[in-house]
């Protein structure tokens, strides 16, 4: 049974990538939706790095896009300081999620001591700084390109790559959850006492917790500075964590399943009803998205799926 | 040397209230102590201290022969000592096996790396660490619950599962602070039937504060009375039930003291 939801899965997350590719090469889908499709799995993943930090460890963190942004100017620098070519794709990108990562680790060992609002305040600041930072980083690295932005980075980021990316982070999210360290990160979410007088050390896995998540808004900031590439410090202020704090909020907290379709459905709608409104009150696209909030979480205030998961995201126990 | 714990001259101020002062406290291994006193005696924060949750003025704190005093809570307990909480602790939102799972986290035996990329000794530790939760879950009766959310148990359950998963932190001193509160009279004489069972099983010491008389009477071998922070005696049940100075404490002193009402809060 459990095997069987497990292989349906994964036919159906072929049946998906075949589709998109295909379609994006026959012109079915036009390159603007398939633009829209690889920012929909950049989300994902950058969502499940704060499904990581604020769903599973507890942690609120409120600079998400201050280490997407990291871990895309990291990502961009190289590749465009590299003498092209496709192939420093992917050492860019892990160089992005572990500058994000090793940002973190530097960050969160003094801010984590700090809980819940105040964290929150913590990180806000934080990503002030990095935005802060971003705008003038011309003065150290003119490729970098402060406050005008950043150009010429190469469009090296595919469909195949954000689809791989996204199954990546799933499948290391879940096996991370599912193992004794996640549960020690589950823990201290749970009773940060309870879970030290049970032996875990909380800060070691506060650290952690907050280390991966970053590192994988890290890889996702990597994989949209070469989808769109450009990039500008507006892309990774304080309203940009918001959008991600949003998605996982929307999913569901402890949710991998929520952050997917969550992040889909957030990406792809704003764009969607873009289409579907008629142009008098396309303008109201940001008042009727909003307005689903409220509704959703009147309706389901613990998010979509509530800390549940599809059935093949879930352990298969073994006797 | 043959004490597994070995408290000498423990003081802790907060600010300028003392709660515990000169507390001195040795447990022979295997031994099962009853830790009494009016409510704000200073019991809890007794517990607080060996836990390393909150660090003592002066005093030191040995388990056999090593000092514990400055140590975070999560190494005191892999040194041993494992604890329960007056208010129940559980992880609220897991199931009744997660929480005791958890407990195993020390002893997981294998790596981040491992559990990732779910190389074969973590499915085989995995397994091994299930079964000794459901075994001990089972010496609870708490089996037939395991996929239930810690939320939804009864009182009487969250107090065993609490014990269980500090169980499962394979201690050699167990501190219970109040295991009875709340129960019915059927649910504490299993409990008591329990606790002999385990210190067996384990070969544990116990130390346990508890307000239930008949309870410690009945099954502790040894009494330390506390009193705004002091220890005012220490003895067998006999002994204690006719100190003086505990009757006054707990009944107040007649005319002049005006009732020995406790001090209130602190306790915790």
């Not at chain 1, 192939?87 to 990108?93: S, V």
């Not at chain 1, 969550?262 to 579907?276: D, H, Q, Y």
């Not at chain 2, 830790?35 to 909150?54: D, E, H, S, Y």
């Amino acid at each position: 049974m459990k095997l069987r939801a497990g292989t349906i899965a994964l036919l159906g997350a072929v049946a998906l990538y075949a589709i998109v590719l295909v379609a994006g090469l026959t012109r079915l889908l036009n390159p603007y939706w398939l633009q829209i499709f690889q920012f929909a799995g950049i989300m994902t993943i950058s969502g499940l790095g704060l499904n990581i930090i604020y769903g599973y460890t507890g942690q609120f963190s409120l600079g998400h896009a201050a280490f997407y942004g990291i871990g895309a100017y990291t990502a961009a620098f190289i590749t465009k300081s590299a003498a092209a070519g496709g192939g420093m794709l992917l050492p860019a990108l892990l160089a992005g999620a572990v500058a994000a990562g090793l940002v973190a680790f530097l960050i969160g060992l003094p801010i984590l001591r700090l809980r819940s609002d105040y964290l929150g305040i913590a990180t806000l600041g934080f990503g002030i700084i990095v935005k802060v930072l971003f705008d003038n980083s011309d003065a150290v690295l003119p490729t970098l390109g402060g406050s005008r932005g950043m150009t010429g980075i190469p469009k090296l980021t595919t469909w195949t790559w954000v689809f791989v990316g996204a199954i990546g982070a799933v499948m290391l999210v879940r096996n991370f959850v599912y193992s004794s360290h996640g549960r020690a990160c589950i823990s201290v979410r749970e009773d940060e006492i309870a879970a030290e007088a049970i032996g875990v050390n909380t800060t070691q896995y506060k650290t952690l917790g907050f280390v991966m998540g970053c590192a994988l808004a890290g890889l996702a900031g990597g994989l949209y500075a070469h989808l769109y590439t450009f990039l500008h410090p507006m892309n990774f202020d304080f309203l940009k964590s918001l959008d991600v704090l949003l998605i996982v909020v929307l999913g569901g907290l402890g949710s991998i399943s929520g952050t997917i379709v969550a992040a889909c459905a957030w990406t792809l709608l704003l764009e969607g009803l873009r289409v579907v409104l008629p142009p008098e009150i396309l303008d109201w696209r940001l008042v009727i998205y909003p307005l689903l909030l409220i509704v959703v979480m009147l309706l389901r205030p613990k998010g979509l799926f509530g800390g549940n998961e599809f059935r093949f995201l879930k352990p298969e126990e073994r006797e | 040397m043959s004490a597994l714990l070995e408290i000498r001259d423990l003081t802790k101020d907060f600010g300028g209230l003392r709660a515990v002062a000169h507390f001195q406290l040795e447990l022979a291994p295997g031994e099962l102590v009853g830790l009494i006193g009016p409510n704000g005696a200073g019991k809890t924060t007794v517990f607080n201290l060996i836990t390393g949750m909150i660090p003592p003025t002066t005093g030191t704190i040995r388990i056999a022969g090593e000092d514990l005093v400055g140590y975070p809570p999560h190494r005191i307990t892999h040194r041993g000592i494992a604890r329960t909480f007056q208010n129940i602790r559980l992880f609220n939102d897991l199931t009744v096996l997660d929480n005791v799972r958890i407990a195993y986290h020390p002893y997981a035996g294998y790596g981040l790396a491992e559990g990732i990329l779910r190389l074969p000794r973590f499915h085989h530790r995995e397994r091994e660490i299930a079964a000794e939760a459901r075994e001990l879950l089972g010496i609870f009766g708490l089996a037939d619950r395991e996929a239930e959310l810690a939320r939804n148990l009864p009182y009487g359950d969250q107090r065993r599962l609490e014990i269980v998963r500090a169980l499962a932190a394979r201690p050699k001193l167990l501190l219970l602070d109040e295991p009875a509160a709340g129960m019915n009279p059927g649910e504490i004489q299993k409990l008591m039937e329990l606790i002999h069972f385990i210190r067996d099983r384990f070969s544990l010491t116990l130390l346990l504060i508890e307000h239930q008389m008949r309870f410690v009477m009945s099954i502790c071998e040894r009494l330390v009375v506390m009193d705004f922070g002091e220890i005012i005696a220490e003895g067998n049940c006999r002994e204690i039930q006719a100190n003086p100075k505990v009757i006054e404490a707990y009944l107040g002193k007649g005319v002049h003291t005006g009732g020995g009402g406790p001090a209130p809060a602190g306790s915790r």
